[in-house]
């Protein structure tokens, strides 16, 4: 089945120890999106690629950055994590036109000790 | 700036009762509203959305512009339907790079008991 992965399902790492999350697709979109969704909250955009141009959002820390080698992958770098990084990491896509249906992999739970 | 309102953060209903789940907007334009939904241990996924006027899993929402609300209802809840339900919105782009974007409420976990 054509779909969004993401691996690994539960990432556990040390403060200040980079640590990098990877997303797959399966559906040939043009558009990849990373959101941070901790505990009790709705999703936050972080960043997404619209093929291979990188869209920051203006809050997102510079601690967090992205890398989308070809259209099938995309990472989520954190570079030193603290603890008020621990979350669901969410991957998702989209074809490429305006307000259009995301599709989201299952989530990346980091554990930040 | 684009928001998403859910103003319930939990609902319980009893099986075969109707249900409503509350979202209200603010934007100044032409929204595409969308209900998303993550049952136990699932990914998130789109339930419906305001464009394409269906019913999915006996769920319906309509967009009331004059009131910015796009409230999810169906008239009998099934033991099934109970997961969060997230409301967001997406619009063209206001701004460079704001392409496609979508803004999430906060969410509104529901429970049916039987």
């Known amino acids: 089945d054509a779909m969004v992965i993401q691996n690994p399902r539960y990432q556990v790492t040390q403060f200040g120890k980079p640590v990098t999350l990877s997303c797959s697709q399966t559906?040939?979109?043009?558009?990849m999106y990373w959101y941070q969704q901790k505990s009790s909250q709705a999703p936050k955009l972080l960043f997404h690629?619209?093929?291979?141009?990188?869209?920051n959002e203006a809050d997102t820390p510079d601690n967090f950055q992205s890398r989308r080698p070809n259209t099938s992958f995309c990472f989520l770098d954190i570079r030193s994590p603290g603890l008020g990084d621990a979350a669901m990491y969410l991957c998702a896509t989209s074809r490429g036109s305006d307000q259009e249906t995301q599709y989201f992999g299952p989530g990346t739970r980091l554990l930040v000790l | 700036a684009q928001r998403v309102t859910q103003p319930e953060k939990l609902l319980s209903v009893f099986k075969g009762a109707p249900v409503e789940l509350k979202c209200n907007y603010s934007?100044?334009?032409?929204?595409?509203l969308f209900w998303y939904v993550q049952y136990s241990r699932q990914r998130l996924q789109l339930l419906l959305r305001h464009i394409s006027r269906e019913s999915i899993k006996g769920f319906t929402a309509d967009l009331n512009k004059g009131e910015t609300s796009f409230h999810l209802k169906k008239p009998f809840a099934q033991e099934e339907d109970s997961a969060m339900y997230y409301c967001?919105?997406?619009?063209?782009?206001?701004?460079?790079?704001?392409?496609?974007?979508?803004?999430f409420g906060a969410g509104t976990q529901v429970v049916v008991t039987p």
């Open positions: 934007y100044s334009g032409s929204p595409e």
């Open positions: 967001a919105l997406s619009g063209p782009p206001l701004e460079p790079d704001s392409w496609g974007k979508l803004q």
């Open positions: 690629y619209y093929d291979k141009d990188f869209n």
């Open positions: 559906l040939n979109h043009n558009v």
